[in-house]
């Protein structure tokens, strides 16, 4: 719907999404309630509050589904495979002709000339000898039937690899079973498409596998690779042509960067991976987008790793850094997480999300810090993720009025 | 969607229904603010507080559509009908290849060979009578062509009535017409089917008719039956397909323990019909299930007539017993109710109703007491009933993450 109602103007938008920020209290506050923010209370005060529902009720969203939401799509419309997030945290350019898969190095033993797992994860090899292997790897087997094939090393035993057909794949040409066969003792599956179009792409699928498995066939651990989560980049309009806006991705880590060059954000370039790193390069380009999507990766990771300290420390740092980023003048300021990440549950949560939007055009004064209970109390209640965009292209006045 | 997501555990949720608790102000306070609930405060205060909408803004549900809301069953997609709903409230057991239909005694003369409705209720005979004269039908009339015929008395003139059928009926063969002419003076309806399924159905339905009308021909006031509601059990997932829960029900009346029946729900056996009776079922089998509802029923009945004090003590009574059920321990508890009644209105209503739920993973501190209106302050915000059952699994830990 919004489409139609969508009309250009020069107005600047800032979204910061502080990853996984929201939490759960501990000792009777939550990380945002522990954390000495004068300059986001400030801001608060005068801003419109609330929280979101990342995808539904109950429902812990994955960084994919997070990110989309917060960027204006549904995230049960839009779905994005798992190798496709892998690959893309890689940071491997994603192309519409490739089919994106993630690889985990096992180790097989031979019956009969036929593979039997022993270690679904090749006892998880270190990172270093993933990168030799796979450089291997590459190195041998570049091409199978023209289609061209590109592997790099992840962390441990895993691999995101492209397999890059020379036309256009068809809908539904992924949906490829796992080759993984989830236990030890058994054989690898082989690849078996659900269609015909599928089934072409796994005829080069199990052709690969064989390959690989004839490069790592001395090696001692990790001489099988199983392959898990086929995945197409989905078919998404950008953020061009869904809300009339020109946008950019100021992220440190690559999976971000993926995600947002999905929806056709354009990702800037710089030096260094600190927050006044970031800021610097959002300086630079203020002139050339309309839409500036900011990523602050730490808060989620201290979450992930239980320490509450850590993520209270971040949403400090990012609180002195606040009135610098204001001084860029945005038209429309947002701050909010992709998701909550309570560092109580040591992982992504349900929780609904703190949401922060600020412009000429709120009510304000309702609540008086930006922590998830005071939040309740805002203007904008409880609402989905995807309606988030909704409000920021209204507040920027790029919306015209819906009927006569 | 959350099919895909549900993991096990071994932890234990608790749904307490206070049927009907919500309310409207009398001398400016609701039922639930006039009650003193000092236990009920104090949980709350810790808890996640918020009001759910049982079917859509300004419905006013009857007591099926608020139970599958709740249970977790959109209740605009699962309907239940008026047949059905009778059978379960006299308990009777209702199977796949039953037709349910609700009966009312009526009075009827005869012109011409052909009866004439005088009195659509016979003169709402009492209940003393309806039973002499439903034994009689019943000892008569056992089976037609096949069809085993159930009949058993309610309040006053209304039975309700299952028709077994031999083998599994198709959907929609209880489309078929009420016979109730709704009008004194006009002649009953012949039962007609909306499809060969349905006639099939009719047919037995109209020779039971007349077996009635030959068995009740000398009775003074009841001496015809007219039909209502045909409908088959409806084909409703099991708690246990759709949350992967093992589920049971702690009641005492017969149609909610029909209504968890349908969902697949065991019904716990209990002797006496008190709160107490209630929780020491409870304990008794607090280690074989995964999920406990427990129905209160006198909140609504008090409601229903208008007994504002009434509700107020049945609610007071229920504080008094909540430590009990606290020494459950339960990783997850649920307070609501199944929709309002407020005593003002003398019946349902379509006012949200409070809801809190307790687990480890809430925020709290929002809401000081399980009233309506502290429950607006809340972190759930106000839900749609059927998303209740998404927050009890999310926070019982039974959903895992959606999407990379």
């Known amino acids: 719907m919004l489409g139609s109602l969508v009309q250009k103007n020069d107005t600047k938008i ?8 929201g939490g759960l209290p501990v000792n009777g506050q939550t990380e945002l309630e522990k954390a000495n923010t004068p300059n986001l209370d400030r801001l608060t005060k005068v801003s419109a509050t609330g929280l979101h529902i990342p995808v539904d009720y109950g429902i812990t969203p994955g960084s994919g589904p997070g990110h989309l939401g917060i960027f204006g799509y549904d995230p049960l419309e839009y779905s994005i495979g798992r190798g496709i997030l892998e690959a893309l945290g890689l940071g491997l350019e994603v192309k519409d002709t490739d089919i994106a898969i993630r690889g985990n190095y096992a180790t097989v033993r031979y019956e009969d ?6 270690d679904r994860r090749a006892g998880r090899i270190p990172t270093q000898e993933n990168e030799r292997i796979t450089a291997k790897i590459q190195e041998a087997v570049k091409e199978i039937d023209g289609v061209k ?5 992840g962390m441990e035993h895993r691999t995101a690899i492209l397999l890059r057909f020379p036309e256009p794949l068809a809908p539904g040409s992924d949906e490829i079973n796992d080759t993984d066969p989830q236990k030890v003792g058994s054989q690898p599956l082989q690849a078996k498409g659900e269609n015909p179009e599928a089934q072409k792409v796994a005829q080069v699928v199990n052709k690969f596998v064989e390959r690989v498995a004839e490069v790592l066939k001395d090696e001692p651990k990790a001489n099988y ?15 061009e042509e869904a809300f009339g806006l020109k946008a950019c991705c100021v992220a440190v880590y690559p999976m971000y ?3 947002a060059s999905l929806v056709g954000m354009e990702l800037i370039e710089f030096e260094g991976s600190s927050l006044k790193d970031e800021i610097e390069a959002l300086k630079k380009v203020w002139n050339s987008y309309d839409f500036f999507f900011m990523h602050v990766k730490k808060t989620d990771s201290y979450g992930e790793d239980g320490n509450y300290e850590g993520k209270v420390s971040v949403i400090e740092e990012f609180d002195r850094f606040l009135p610098e980023l204001l001084e860029l003048k945005p038209d429309v300021v947002a ?12 992982g992504h949560s349900w929780h609904p999300v703190p949401l922060l939007i600020h412009s000429p055009y709120v009510l ?41």
């Open 225 to 239: 690779l199983l392959l898990r989560g086929f995945s197409r980049k989905p078919d998404i309009p950008t953020m």
């Open 113 to 118: 000339g036929k593979a039997v797992v022993v």
């Open 335 to 346: 701050i909010t997480g992709d998701h909550s990440t309570p560092s109580v549950l040591k």
């Open 257 to 259: 960067k993926g995600l």
């Open 364 to 404: 304000g004064n309702t609540s008086d810090r930006f922590t998830e209970r005071e939040c309740l109390k805002g203007e904008i209640g409880i609402i989905p993720a995807k309606k988030i965009m909704n409000l920021l292209l209204a507040n920027s006045l790029r919306l015209s009025k819906f009927g006569a």
């Open 149 to 153: 094939v590109i592997i790099k090393a």
């Open 14 to 21: 800032l979204l910061v999404v502080l990853d996984g920020v």
